[in-house]
């Protein structure tokens, strides 16, 4: 990746949307240059994808919740995640240093609905016990974006 992938990527990450020839107006190059790029980038997993951003809360999923999971003995991440995958309200999941052996993130409708699916997290198999964070509000939320060093 040179300098001109990084400034194609700052323009995806902030407008999405944008057409090829508006990116390669601002980064100086044709539109069929950027899109060989873009497919390139998506090629080598630089980009995943492109994807609607949209506000959980506006959907009624306002209420979340960081939970460290500790486990019952040694338990792989794959059936860590396996156990996990099936709850809706798990939006993410981190294997971690530390005490805990991963931290979900949930999402809920609202504080019963959270209860709900803590309880259901706590009863799966794998775990030994949670400690939870309910999330009071966001300050600061942003999307990766690249720096244009690499480091």
Known sequence: MDAIDHRIIACLVSA??????????VVGLSAPAVKRRVDKLLDTGVLRGFTAVVD????GWGTEAFVEVHCRG?????????????????????TVS????????????????????????????????TVSTVVLSTLLDRPVAPTGNDQ
């Open 16 to 25: 999405a949307r944008s057409s090829y020839a508006e990116i390669g107006a």
């Open 56 to 59: 959980p809360e506006a959907l």
């Open 74 to 94: 040694n338990v792989s991440p794959a059936r860590i995640s396996a156990r996990l995958e099936p709850m809706p309200e798990v939006i993410a999941a981190y």
């Open 98 to 129: 530390g005490a805990a052996d991963a931290i979900v993130h949930l999402r809920a409708a609202n504080i019963h609905h959270l209860e709900s699916a803590l309880e259901r997290l706590r009863a799966l198999d794998i775990v030994d016990r």
